[in-house]
């Protein structure tokens, strides 16, 4: 029993940690990109940074229930979170140009790709509350008219 509460405990301080997480990974990658000569271990390190912060980030969101507006809050960590891994993938795409081998590439860039659609359906599930709730509102099509005018 002890063990269930102390890996809920964790789960829960990640969960509760993970948007600060975010932002010193976001530091780290503005640090390192200034770095010259980039340094490939310190991208590696990033790449991994990148894919333990999403699979927490998933992990948080694997129970609930869709639709659910209580998501969209974790939805905008994803959408952060994919623009810092497509920063780290420019850095990686330099080094590998200069001829470095980069490891842990494929599953780095897998990650990105997850993040940016679960990013991108989160948009999607954001319209279709608005449009559900009445508060999307588009303008005519021009030279539209209606049936009947």
Do not use: W
Request: one cysteine or more.
């Amino acid at each position: 029993m002890l063990t269930i509460l102390r890996r809920r405990a964790d789960n829960i301080k990640m969960v509760t940690f993970l948007p600060a997480h975010i932002n010193c990974l976001e530091s780290q990658v503005e640090s390192y990109a200034a770095a010259q000569p980039m340094n490939r271990a310190d991208v590696e390190e990033l790449m991994s940074l990148f894919i333990s912060l999403a699979g927490e980030l998933e992990k948080s969101t694997a129970n609930v229930q869709l639709p659910n507006s209580d998501l969209l809050p974790a939805m905008a960590q994803f959408k952060r979170l994919a623009a810092v891994g497509g920063r780290i993938r420019v850095m990686a795409t330099r080094l590998r140009k200069d001829g470095h081998a980069v490891s842990g590439i494929d599953p780095f860039v897998r990650s990105v790709i997850r993040c940016r659609a679960i990013s991108d359906s989160s948009e999607a599930m954001a319209d279709s509350e608005q449009s559900t709730r009445g508060e999307v509102t588009s303008p005519p099509i021009q030279g539209f008219t209606e049936v009947g005018e």
